[in-house]
């Protein structure tokens, strides 16, 4: 089974960055990285579940969010398997605990717009707190 593994975050000033990683492992024979639409949910203590970004390298297509677009970029190596979001200018709003997850080869960056969407893989949650 695919396996996700999320690191970074952490504690960033208003106006600051920070990266976030997804390592993927697992692929079944003959598939990589860019079989699967993977990304970044995020979620927030009393808010709804958000989609961030996702990335599906053998479409080329990538989704951001509009709270996030141009703030974010999302960026994908397929040899190390390995997703990042690069998170700029943050805002306070932007903390919450921020979730890697994908989607097999069936599945596209649509999902990640779609709210309670359950998606095929999940990696563990990695706090992001921006103080401002």
């Known amino acids: 089974d695919v396996q996700l593994q999320a690191s970074g975050g952490g504690l960033a000033q208003a106006g600051g960055s920070l990266r976030l990683s997804c390592a993927a492992s697992?692929?079944?024979?003959?598939?990589?990285?860019?079989?699967?639409?993977i990304g970044w949910f995020r979620q927030a203590p009393g808010k709804a579940r958000e989609g961030v970004s996702c990335?599906?390298?053998?479409?080329?297509?990538?989704y951001y969010s509009d709270s996030v677009k141009g703030r974010f970029t999302i960026s994908s190596d397929n040899v190390e398997g390995t997703v990042y979001l690069q998170m700029n200018s943050l805002k306070p709003e932007d903390t919450a605990v921020y979730y890697c997850?994908?989607?097999?080869?069936?599945?596209?960056?649509?999902?990640?717009?779609?709210?309670?969407?359950?998606?095929?893989?999940y990696g563990q949650g990695t706090q992001v707190t921006v103080s401002s």
């Open positions: 990335i599906k390298g053998s479409d080329a297509k990538t």
């Open positions: 997850a994908a989607d097999g080869p069936y599945g596209g960056c649509a999902a990640f717009r779609r709210k309670g969407h359950d998606y095929d893989y």
């Open positions: 697992g692929f079944p024979s003959g598939r990589t990285l860019d079989d699967y639409a």
